[in-house]
């Protein structure tokens, strides 16, 4: 019984192996020893298997299947081996795995393909060591800069261009242009979220990566004594800021899906617990499928919260750090995966990922689609992150059909 989804989960114990934190789970950053034994380590299973596996300038790693036929054609599959800190085996890790057993199971049924197909292990997504995402895959995609990360380092001040070279990489040659062979892009990743598991449905098909604004909103009043200052001449940052959250939740939840509102980080000032406080900041994470949707709530929520400010005497300040757009996946590589569902019987929905991928960097270059498999709880990030063997065995299956519908047929 899931022989493949054994398979998967034995393959990812032993890449857990490398970036083991005692704390818990993996911490297995960019450019770190564990992180290229990992990537080493996926390398010899793609060479034991027949694929030729090679690393590119920066670290991404990758393992083809020569096509018999259309060799200037490539169908490329894969995800991220890089984790946050404390993260789990799952995330990114198991969509490399995926792709491997998905291509392996397929060389070993039907022989060789017609178009080329290749794994891909992206060097980095996650943003953990240093403040830069998506490095693998805008990478692979050229627009990944040298300034881009020249001045950055890491907690412990190792500049990130030291870890790389000292690792055995280099900046791409920034003259050589995006690959003109890939044709497709197949991604597969657990949910980070409980929707499958709670509607019970096996597999999940990606038509859209949600897009997000990002903010640090910042309320000022004014520092009091909390003994001698009465309440009507009170500027209570706290207060205001209460009244402003309970707004954008509200206004939320009237909405409705997909759109998510998440105050997730609050910091008072001065913090102390016999002083009016005189300023905070919170963040607010805003996510939509539809950027006209998304910009409409912000709109109207930031209305709102100067009036809100107003009201109390105090006063509000919004700065927007991150704007990400929506990015559709092609409706071609869509169809393929529903398909792919319904070729293995098995239950699938049509749904949006909340989180970020390496497909979104992709889907502008190249015709790009995802799979979901349930995530226990809906957990990721976490050391409890977990995907049950026959969820892992279904999520291979239904890219195995997909790539042999890409690559096995004129
Ligand atoms: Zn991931």
Redesign the pocket.
């Known amino acids: 019984m899931y022989q493949l989804g054994t398979k998967a989960f034995e393959l990812l114990k032993e890449i857990a192996i490398h970036g083991a934190d005692p704390i818990g789970g993996e911490t297995r950053f960019l450019y770190t020893d564990d992180w290229l034994q990992a990537q080493n380590f996926i390398k010899t299973i793609l060479t034991k298997s027949g694929f030729d596996a090679n690393f590119d300038e920066i670290g991404n790693l990758f393992g083809r299947i020569g096509g018999t036929k259309y060799v200037n054609e490539t169908i490329l599959t894969g ?2 081996i890089d984790t946050v800190r404390n993260g789990g085996m799952y ?2 890790q198991y969509g490399i795995v995926a792709s491997f057993l998905a291509i392996n199971y397929l060389k070993e049924k039907y022989g060789k393909p017609l178009r080329n197909l290749e794994v891909v292990s992206f060097a980095e ?1 996650e943003g953990s060591r240093f403040s830069y995402t998506f490095w693998g895959s805008k990478n692979l995609c050229k627009i990944a800069e040298k300034s881009d990360v020249m001045n950055l380092s890491d907690e412990n001040g190792i500049r990130f261009i030291d870890a790389m070279i000292n690792h055995g990489f280099n900046f791409r040659d920034e003259t050589v242009p995006f690959r003109k062979d890939i044709v497709g892009f197949l991604e597969i ?1 657990i949910e980070q979220g409980k929707v499958l598991e709670t509607e019970r449905t096996e597999i999940g098909v990606v038509n859209a990566i949600a897009g997000q604004r990002r903010f640090n909103i910042e309320v000022t009043g004014e520092a009091n004594h909390a003994g001698t200052t009465p309440m009507h001449l009170r500027k209570d940052a706290v207060y205001s800021m209460s009244q402003m959250i309970n707004y954008i939740i509200d206004t939320a939840l009237k909405y409705g899906d997909p759109l998510v509102a998440t105050v997730g980080k609050i910091v008072v000032k001065p913090n102390i617990s016999n002083v009016v406080p005189g300023q905070v900041m919170f963040t607010l994470d805003t996510r939509h499928t539809d950027k006209t949707i998304l910009s409409q709530f912000n709109d109207e929520i930031f209305k709102k919260l100067e009036i809100i400010a107003k009201s109390n005497k105090t006063s509000v300040k919004i700065d927007m750090w991150l704007d990400a757009s929506p990015i559709p996946m092609n409706p071609n590589m869509v169809n393929v995966l529903k398909d792919a569902c319904i070729a293995n019987n098995y239950s699938f929905k049509l749904m949006h990922s909340g989180a970020g ?1 390496d497909s979104m960097i992709i889907a502008p270059f190249v015709p790009t689609a995802m799979l979901l498999v349930p995530s226990k709880k809906g957990i990721s990030h976490s050391p409890d992150e977990f995907t049950e063997i026959e969820f892992l065995e279904k999520g291979i299956l239904t890219l195995a059909e997909a790539l042999y519908k890409l690559s096995y047929f004129e």
Do not use: L, R, V
């Open positions: 995800s991220h995330d990114g997504e990743h991928h």
